[in-house]
């Protein structure tokens, strides 16, 4: 008894720690929670610390940079003014002699006293000399003449003859032209034109320069052409570039064959050649265009070629482009509240079109292809086309060897399952009979797989016997039969009901099947006609191509017939 006692009273104290520790469990769990509270609160806090922080440091930079922009704007400006300032004044002195030369208003006194003055206030700058050459060539003054035009032509070779090149041509003094012209393609680079050339070649083409120019530039174009076909290089590029234009050429027929984009599993290549083969009469016609056009572009020609003199005239000179463009960024950061990533971006942007540099044969290709975004028009495009009309015709024929050898043999389709292939279409009774064997051989493995009522049938029968005998066919015995016998028929007829259904239902599926293969060949049929078709007109493009040669070339301008001689 006093064990008992003992038992039941440790128990009772363990039952009250434990009571305890349940209570002091439940504080700490509060306090947990507390603590996970603030650690919530202070984790946001910290956050937005963090980036409040991030904010102040980036608007600290910007307005740092911002600050110092303007300070360098400042510097930078006087420092220009100090050394090039004169530059800018020698500047609009150009523009004002040549709108005087123009207008024939201005004294040989006037033109001699201001373009001399220049030479002393610009002792390094090309422009000032040359406008002393330009000032003494109009009054006949020779030896001044001669004296200037050397040096301006050490101080920049290619700016002066480009200026004069222009005036000659705009003064139409067609011999001096014709001279500074031969200089001026003896300073181009065909691995490295500048841009501002095709706006010359779209010149020359045009008839704008005299006609003497054309063989001038014929001679200098097929010595180019000489050059840069010695290797492969330069031309492989300009072959894959048009294989790739022809490649886009064809036209997209949305929904004209959508039983075989729906169920033939190679219709991406399928729809990709006859895509291809479309491409033909679309270039046909394009090439055709570029050489029946009758408009006279030599107006528009003209005002480029004076924007090229106007931009040489008042554009920076190299030795001040270095500020100039420190200058300009500085003010774009300023604009753009001392971010200075922008402003950068911006600057970059701002890279004139005739700072881009190409080889010869990238510059036709370019005026081939879109004479627009080129700088050109259909002239040069002709020409461009007529001087690249061989390799033209060999990525022509790369491109069409190529998606012939690509094209599917077979329409590879899948249909409910049903899997086949046929290559043109011409077998659609073959194909009939091979679908149907497809779905009487499925049906009869559908209705293989319903469970047969035979086993259930034996063993309920089995079953309604042996009760009747044990209960002596009293009346339990007969209703365990009557039971058995309901079992044996609802299986029967669940079985004949689950067959008739699979039969109905493979039956449907057969006969949508069979209509879309029918559409499928059909459609197969008609694919390969219009391949066909296409396709043959590769042989008309080509013809058109092989038409386009140089010594037939007649541009559109009426000033320019027949300006690629053999």
């Known amino acids: 008894m006093s064990q008992k006692v003992i038992s039941y ?46 904010d102040f440091v980036e608007s600290d930079i910007k307005h740092k940079a911002l600050q110092l922009a303007e300070t360098r704007q400042g510097n930078l400006k006087q420092d220009l003014q100090i050394r090039f300032g004169y530059y800018a004044e020698v500047r609009r002195m150009a523009t ?29 700058y090309w422009l000032a000399p040359a406008l002393v050459a330009l000032a003494s060539w109009i009054r006949d003054d020779k030896n001044t003449n001669e004296k200037a035009l050397t040096e301006s032509l050490k101080r920049d070779d290619y700016k002066t003859t480009l200026f004069f090149m222009l005036v000659m041509r705009r003064l139409e003094r067609n011999e001096a032209c014709i001279q500074w012209m031969s200089r001026y393609f003896l300073h181009q680079n065909p691995h490295n034109l500048d841009r501002e050339f095709i706006v010359i070649l779209e010149a020359i083409t045009t008839g704008v320069f005299q006609p003497s120019s054309h063989q001038l530039m014929i001679n200098n174009v097929k010595s180019w052409i000489d050059q840069l076909t010695q290797t492969d290089d330069y ?18 027929s949305s929904n004209k064959y959508p039983l075989l984009e729906e169920f033939a599993t190679n219709w991406d290549d399928l729809n990709t050649s006859v895509i291809q083969a479309r491409s033909h009469q679309a ?39 270095p500020l100039q463009n420190e200058v300009r960024l500085n003010q774009l950061i300023i604009q753009k509240d001392g971010d200075k990533k922008v402003a950068q971006a911006l600057m970059d942007q701002e890279k004139h079109i005739f700072d881009e540099k190409v080889d010869f044969l990238q510059m036709l290709t370019n005026a081939a292809f879109d004479p627009e975004l080129s700088g050109t028009t259909k002239v040069t495009q002709a020409l461009a086309v007529s001087i690249s009309q061989p390799w033209i015709l ?28 046929t290559s043109d279409g011409t077998d659609e009774t073959e194909q009939l009979q091979k679908h149907n064997k497809y779905w009487t051989d499925f049906l009869e493995n559908e209705l293989k797989k319903l469970t047969s009522p035979l086993a259930v049938i034996l063993c309920v029968s089995l079953i309604s016997l042996a009760i009747l005998i044990i209960f ?13 016998g309901l079992i044996i028929w609802s299986s029967i007829s669940n079985h004949k009901k689950a067959k008739k259904k699979t039969i109905e239902t493979i039956t449907e599926r057969k006969n949508k099947s069979q209509e879309v293969l029918r559409g499928c060949i059909a459609e197969t049929v008609d694919y390969r006609k219009e ?17 386009i040669t140089p010594e037939d070339f007649s541009s559109t301008s009426r000033d320019t017939r027949t300006i690629l001689q053999s």
């Open 96 to 124: 004002g002699v040549l709108q005087g030369v123009d207008a024939g208003i201005v004294s040989d006194d006037t033109l001699r006293y201001t373009t001399e003055e220049v030479m002393i206030k610009a002792p390094n």
């Open 394 to 421: 060999e990525a022509h024929d790369t491109f069409t060897a190529k998606y012939r050898n690509d094209v599917q043999e077979n329409v590879e389709l899948i249909i409910d399952g049903f899997k086949t292939s």
């Open 472 to 484: 002596k066919f009293e009346i339990i015995g007969i209703i365990g039969a009557l039971i058995g």
């Open 235 to 252: 031309i492989d590029k300009q072959k894959v570039q048009w294989t790739r234009f022809f490649e886009t050429k064809g036209s997209l």
């Open 283 to 321: 270039l046909d016609i394009h090439f055709k265009s570029i050489f029946e056009t009758t408009t006279d572009y030599s107006k528009a020609t003209k005002i480029q070629l004076d924007e090229i003199l106007s931009l040489l005239v008042t554009n920076f000179d190299d030795e001040e482009l």
């Open 531 to 547: 391949f066909a078709l296409e396709d043959a007109k590769a042989e008309i493009l080509r013809h058109t191509l092989i038409s």
């Open 9 to 54: 009273a440790d128990l009772s104290r363990i039952n009250s720690a434990l009571s305890s520790l349940k209570k002091d469990m439940r504080e700490v769990n509060i306090e947990l929670g507390g603590l996970n509270t603030k650690h919530d609160h202070l984790k946001n806090d910290l956050l937005q610390l963090a980036l409040s922080f991030s």
